[in-house]
T-cell receptor, first 112, second 108 residues
Framework: EAQVTQNPRYLITVTGKKLTVTCSQN?????MSWYRQDPGLGLRQIYY???????DKGDVPEGYKVSRKEKRNFPLILESPSPNQTSLYFC???????????FGSGTRLTVV | QKEVEQNSGPLSVPEGAIASLNCTYS??????FFWYRQYSGKSPELIMS????GDKEDGRFTAQLNKASQYVSLLIRDSQPSDSATYLC????????FGTGTRLQVFP
């Protein structure tokens, strides 16, 4: 089944404790992206990647890192999480920028 | 001015009616337009994409694009309670920008 797999689905952590949210797609998509979704603010892009070893900042990149060492994987790293990073995170992939995204199931992160 | 604007709703329609969802965008250079459906607690799901002026139909869904007026709409015919969800409009400029969504409620 074609899908984007994110893990974990739920995560509660403490301020400053490094964490990684994994994302993997099995569709051989070139384009991958991370979004956060907050009430009233909608989906905001954190980082995106157009191909292996090519990443760029989205609208809200502060406090996040990403890497794209393999085509299928695009992990999101929070080096020192803070409470304002409490949010619902989605990984998404597409064949190209002009195609629609396939979204992962989401990761609900709470930073206390 | 927001780059992609949608009425937050809720838009309430009776079962069997036509639901009309609207979206306006600010960048005249936008080339690709998408509608996503998001059920509460779930991830967005792509339901329609449209790239040129006019109508595009897929089952009960019709997307309409008017680049001159900078709006894109989604019509849902024969609305069902299972269509109750938030509908997100997304517009591709140099990046994909999402609206904040319109909540649709279809009541029996």
């Amino acid at each position: 089944e074609a899908q984007v797999t994110q893990n974990p689905r739920y995560l509660i952590t403490v301020t400053g404790k490094k964490l990684t949210v994994t994302c993997s797609q099995n569709m051989n998509h070139e384009y991958m992206s991370w979004y956060r979704q907050d009430p009233g603010l909608g989906l905001r892009q954190i980082y995106y990647s157009m191909n292996v070893e090519v990443t760029d900042k989205g609208d809200v990149p502060e406090g996040y890192k990403v890497s794209r060492k393999e085509k299928r994987n695009f992990p999101l790293i929070l080096e020192s999480p803070s409470p304002n990073q409490t949010s619902l995170y989605f990984c998404a992939s597409s064949l190209s920028r002009a195609h629609g995204y396939t979204f992962g199931s989401g990761t609900r992160l709470t930073v206390v | 001015q927001k780059e992609v604007e949608q009425n937050s709703g809720p838009l309430s329609v009776p079962e069997g009616a036509i639901a009309s969802l609207n979206c306006t965008y600010s960048d005249r250079g936008s080339q690709s337009f998408f509608w996503y459906r998001q059920y509460s607690g779930k991830s967005p799901e792509l339901i329609m994409s449209i790239y040129s002026n006019g109508d595009k139909e897929d089952g009960r869904f019709t997307a309409q694009l008017n680049k001159a007026s900078q709006y894109v709409s989604l019509l849902i015919r024969d609305s069902q309670p299972s269509d109750s969800a938030t509908y997100l409009c997304a517009v591709l400029t140099d990046k994909l920008i999402f609206g904040t969504g319109t909540r649709l409620q279809v009541f029996p």
